[in-house]
């Protein structure tokens, strides 16, 4: 089993990293860093063109540094490509139960849906699960509280999903399903609780707590409900239309990227 890490050698990523080591322990699991040259994960120069290419020996220094200090085995890549395309072929070449990138702190004066665009390119290309970390997130390994965002419709988890949902079944976390209801309608997590068992994303067995939120926004409610529960890692499924389509951007799931606080695992599902 694999988990693909991407890397620009930020403190970002190299955040991200060191959660994905420690869930490649748990997973029994090799990790790829790979490093894509002439192309920043979240960077704002990247839209400027003027970054600064590192050479390659500074490259291999950089992903000796970093393999050093894993826990796991590790295999090292650098390549010349665009993001999501580099990843697109990491992917297909690895087959990895999980795509894991760091997502910078918010600094001002960078807008918002820069900090995004690596993350939103990579789910127009990969119906693979992907593994959002923020900068400033606390990571503690395994999770001990998980909350699952669920809305009142049925789902399907694709099976490239099914290496980490073992995973999950295995955590001996608190798991709370978050369900976001406009104010004036009913913020039950009934249903949703319900389709969350039968996706199978949860055992059949599991007693998972409900929290219902009301509130104008789902991505903000979310949020909300994760922080009022503790959670320490956020659950979310993705719709394929949304994975696949050009719209991302105004979706439920793109607001999620950009304001959690929370390492955010998105799970692709059928439509």
């Given amino acids: 089993m ?9 403190p970002a ?7 994905a080591d420690a869930l490649a322990v748990q997973l029994r699991a090799t990790l790829v860093l790979l490093h894509v ?8 120069e990247a839209l400027t063109g003027s970054l600064s290419p590192l050479s390659e020996g500074e490259i291999a220094t950089a ?16 390549t010349v490509a665009r993001v999501a395309e580099a990843a697109a072929a990491g992917v297909r070449r690895y087959q990895p139960a999980l795509l894991v990138l760091g997502r910078p702190a918010a600094t001002k004066g960078s807008p918002e849906v820069v900090a995004q665009t690596t993350a939103l390119k990579l ?3 990969l119906p693979c ?6 900068e400033s997130a606390p990571t503690p390994m395994p999770p001990q509280c998980v909350g699952i965002a669920a809305d009142n419709q ?30 004036e309608d009913n913020d039950s997590t009934t249903v949703a609780c319900q389709h969350v068992l039968e996706s199978g994303l949860l055992p059949v067995d599991s007693r998972p707590h409900h929290h219902g939120v009301r509130h104008l926004s ?16 956020l659950v979310a499924q993705v719709h394929r239309h949304t994975w696949l389509g050009d719209l991302f951007s105004h979706s439920v799931t793109a607001r999620m990227v950009q304001r959690t606080t929370l390492p955010l695992l998105l799970l692709p599902i059928n439509d």
């Fill in 2 to 10: 694999h988990l693909l890490v991407l890397t620009d050698f930020s």
């Fill in 37 to 44: 040259q002439r192309t920043s994960l979240f960077d704002p």
């Fill in 123 to 125: 789910l127009g290309h």
């Fill in 63 to 78: 992903l000796l540094q970093r393999r050093e200090k894993l826990s796991v085995p590790v295999v090292t890549e650098a």
């Fill in 129 to 134: 699960p992907l593994l959002v970390v923020p």
């Fill in 13 to 19: 990523a190299d955040h991200a990293l060191a959660y």
């Fill in 154 to 183: 049925p789902f399907s988890l694709l099976p490239q999903a099914n290496a980490i949902i073992a995973w999950l079944h295995q955590l001996s976390a608190r798991f709370t399903i978050l369900h976001v209801a406009e104010p």
């Fill in 218 to 233: 789902m991505a903000d409610g979310i949020a909300q409900g994760a922080q009022e529960v503790k959670a320490d890692l």
